[in-house]
Nanobody
Framework: QVQLVESGGGLVQPGGSLRLSCAASGIIFSIRTMAWFRQAPGKQRELVAFITISSNTNYADSVKGRFTISRDNAKNTLYLQMNSLNPEDTAVYYC????????WGQGTQVTVSS
């Protein structure tokens, strides 16, 4: 049974930083391209970034240069370092496979507000 547990969200002021984590179980994490998605109120879920098994990365234009995705295969954990946050980054953040093929976790709320 696949389980994805996101953590690390919170309330942060504009310009601040957060680091999200996603602990994965029930999958062979090291052979999966993994991704972060987010869903803002009233909007569809969107892909934020993904990382391949060889640690090649790809980012949505809206976060390029501010967010960094990384992975620790030994810990079955995915990370998202988010810098220079702005109110448009407010959303629930989820991790999943690149295609969103696993059961979704509960996500972690990120709120950027002064």
């Amino acid at each position: 049974q696949v389980q994805l547990v996101e953590s690390g969200g919170g309330l942060v002021q504009p310009g601040g930083s957060l680091r999200l984590s996603c602990a994965a179980s029930g999958i062979i994490f090291s052979i999966r391209t993994m991704a972060w998605f987010r869903q803002a109120p009233g909007k569809q879920r969107e892909l934020v970034a993904f990382i391949t098994i060889s640690s090649n990365t790809n980012y949505a234009d809206s976060v390029k240069g501010r967010f960094t995705i990384s992975r620790d295969n030994a810990k079955n954990t995915l990370y998202l370092q988010m810098n220079s946050l702005n109110p448009e980054d407010t959303a629930v953040y989820y991790c999943n496979g690149r295609e969103g093929q696993f059961s979704w976790g509960q996500g972690t709320q990120v709120t950027v507000s002064s």
